[in-house]
């Protein structure tokens, strides 16, 4: 049986682990996306016989009647800078995820230790441990599908909604754990 302190780090390692594997795969899923690439046309007369041309540039002799010239094309690329609101909103919606499975294990655990859940609505469900798993994983489900409607119209709002549940259940999580950590 491990000690107290040793189950605390043993949950943290793995809160830790989910939380970097879920943003991991947010920030994979949208690294994926292609964007397309658009050419713009450069005309450049030569005025010589040597021309520079870019590494990336892709080059063509056009001879149409006139003074022969280089038409250099240049691909376009889109520099995203920070963080995207994708990465940012979905990388919550897993730490929420988390908090849930959290919140579930430091019920349960206070429970356990003879502490009575203190919300009504959860009381009968709590002492349950399969109807208090589902209604986590549902909360987890139904949340991350409003964020991502939400997301839509405004990707800020939802960012903002994540922000403010999960600072709210790290509250009830480390208050389930104190509890817990009590009833010894």
Do not use: C
């Amino acid at each position: 049986m491990l000690s107290t302190p040793a189950r605390h780090v043993r949950a943290f390692a793995s809160t830790a682990f989910l939380l970097v594997w879920g943003a991991a795969s947010a920030l994979a899923a949208d690294r994926t996306e292609q964007w397309p690439a658009v050419k713009p046309e450069v005309t450049v007369t030569l005025a010589a016989a040597d021309v520079f041309v870019p590494s990336a540039a892709s080059t063509k002799i056009v001879f149409d009647g006139q003074a022969p010239r280089t038409v250099f094309t240049m691909p376009r690329t889109r520099e995203r800078r920070g963080l995207d609101s994708a990465v940012l909103r979905r990388s919550l919606i897993v730490s929420f995820g988390a908090l849930q499975a959290l919140d579930a294990h430091s019920t349960m655990k206070a429970l356990k230790g003879g502490a009575r859940e203190t919300n009504p609505a959860m009381g009968a469900i709590a002492s349950n441990r399969t109807a208090l798993l589902a209604v986590k994983a549902g909360t987890a489900a139904a949340t991350a599908y409003f964020a991502e409607r939400l997301s839509r119209k405004n990707p800020k709002r939802a960012i903002v909604l994540m922000a403010v549940l999960n600072s709210a259940y790290v509250a009830i999580v480390a208050h389930n754990y104190r509890v817990a950590g009590r009833g010894r």
